[in-house]
């Protein structure tokens, strides 16, 4: 298993290496014929290899939450491997893509008189900050009989 853990950073290494990503500190003493390998790499891959690590490295992310009072001062944080709420950002599930974390307050609100809602998160420095909130949207009072 350490074998495999080397081998892929390794890889990593020779791939940014290969690439002119300069994100990472290259050891003393690496081959030279990573050079010779570079020239093998289509102009599409590097692209596609450049967006990849670009994404990976974006701390942007997205959680779901309930809005229990509806004026923000009390929000609870969905925990999807717990199938339940955290009332700390800390223990909410992370979402990369906005798309994925709509998909599951739509299927967790099944049933639910309120929606879930999005919020936009940074996880700089290992710490979870909100940058956006998502509004809940007012519903009318209807009398029911």
Do not use: C
Request: charged letters at 35%; zero cysteines; glycine letters at 6%.
């Amino acid at each position: 298993m350490e074998n495999e853990q080397v081998a892929t950073a390794d890889a990593v290494r020779a791939a940014r290496l290969r690439l002119g990503v300069r994100s990472i500190r290259m050891k003393k003493g690496m081959p030279q014929d990573i050079a010779e390998e570079a020239e093998e790499l289509s102009p599409e891959f590097r692209r596609e290899f450049k967006r990849r690590l670009a994404d990976a490295e974006n701390p942007v992310r997205y959680v779901v939450f309930s809005d229990i009072m509806g004026n923000g001062r009390w929000r609870l944080w969905l925990d999807v491997s717990g199938d339940g709420y955290g009332t700390s950002i800390d223990q909410a599930t992370l979402f990369k893509r906005e798309y994925v974390a709509r998909a599951v307050a739509k299927a967790y609100s099944e049933g639910r008189k309120s929606d879930l809602l999005i919020a936009k998160i940074t996880t700089k420095n290992d710490k979870r900050r909100v940058l956006k909130f998502e509004k809940p949207k007012h519903r009318t009072n209807v009398s029911r009989r």
